[in-house]
């Protein structure tokens, strides 16, 4: 870990709507150049990001990494912003393709190299997570199969965090062969439960699929919960929606995160909407401190 990272603010013994810590989803600043957005971001007040390693922000397979990671490493440091690593990247690995190849493909050789690279580039800016997710079954592929590819994957890469000592945060995602919470647990127990294999839970995805209230996901998860994404959504629609616009009431889940006891970061994610992200970004902010202060108020 370098010096900077060492010092990045991290989670601390706060209470009511100030233990929480909001951050932001680079990959809703995609027309920006990365230290721009980190300016933008640290501007309004956010005190951490979500960082997805991409073609223009910290492209993990360009030349000189190490050199490029310091220097986010710094810039981060300089800004006053911790970092989770995110890995949801579309077309990374593959320019014809979204999001291939995953873990359940014939050769996941490439996925497997990004995620261990995704690890140690987390190690290097102190991140307090790495994320990724299981990926669509591909045609073809029996789900039997795709299983036994999905733990064989998930052990390499578990493996490489905790040897760098970095917390996983595995994301169920709406539509993918691990969806929900209980596909999680599923996944966690076919692994031997691993202690560094974590959830990141999307608040979002919790609306759209999961049969508990969105309040409850939160302490069903919550001694597993190493990541936060939020955004708005509504039942049975995969669609990031900026806050008041879908089906959430969000006062009582930012309660239940700080009721958990929930430290890490609480990440906006609208990644589609990059078009108008500064003003985005300062809505999104101004939301979710309203609402935690309602929250708290309850």
């Not at 300089?78 to 593959?94: C, H, I, N």
């Not at 393709?97 to 690279?117: I, Q, S």
């Not at 169920?172 to 692994?191: K, N, S, T």
Request: aromatic residues 6%; proline residues 8%; charged residues 20%.
């Amino acid at each position: 870990m370098t010096a900077a990272a060492a010092t990045r603010p991290t989670a601390g013994p706060l209470s009511g709507p100030d233990a929480l810590r909001f951050g932001y989803g680079t990959n809703g600043f995609a027309n920006h150049r990365l230290g721009d957005a980190l300016a933008v971001l640290a501007d309004l007040g956010y005190v951490g990001v979500a960082l997805t390693l991409d073609h223009d922000h910290l492209d993990p397979f360009a030349p000189g990494l190490a050199r490029r990671v310091a220097a986010v490493s710094r810039r981060l440091d300089a800004l006053g912003l911790a970092v989770v690593v995110e890995t949801g990247a579309r077309y990374l690995l593959d320019p014809r393709h979204k999001h291939a190849p995953t873990l359940l493909h014939d050769d996941p050789a490439r996925r497997v190299e990004f995620l261990r690279r995704a690890v140690r580039i987390g190690a290097d800016l102190g991140a307090e997570a790495v994320s990724f997710w299981a990926g669509v079954r591909p045609p073809g592929v029996p789900p039997g199969v795709a299983a036994d590819r999905l733990v064989a994957g998930c052990a390499t890469v578990c493996a490489e965090a905790a040897e760098a000592g970095v917390p996983l945060g595995f994301e169920p995602e709406p539509g993918m062969f691990v969806e929900d919470i209980a596909g999680w647990w599923r996944l966690r127990e076919a692994l031997g439960a691993p202690p560094g294999f974590g959830i990141t839970l999307d608040i979002g995805h919790c609306r759209c699929l999961e049969p508990m209230p969105v309040p409850q996901c939160v302490p069903a998860v919550a001694a597993h919960l190493v990541n936060v994404q939020i955004d708005d959504m509504r039942r049975g629609v995969h669609e990031h929606l900026e806050f008041g616009t879908g089906e959430i009431d969000f006062p009582p889940v930012l309660r239940a995160l700080a009721d958990a006891g929930y430290r890490g970061l609480v990440a906006v994610e609208l990644p589609r909407h990059s078009h108008a992200a500064p003003a985005v970004a300062a809505r999104s902010l101004d939301f979710l401190r309203a609402a935690a202060s309602r929250g708290e108020g309850r």
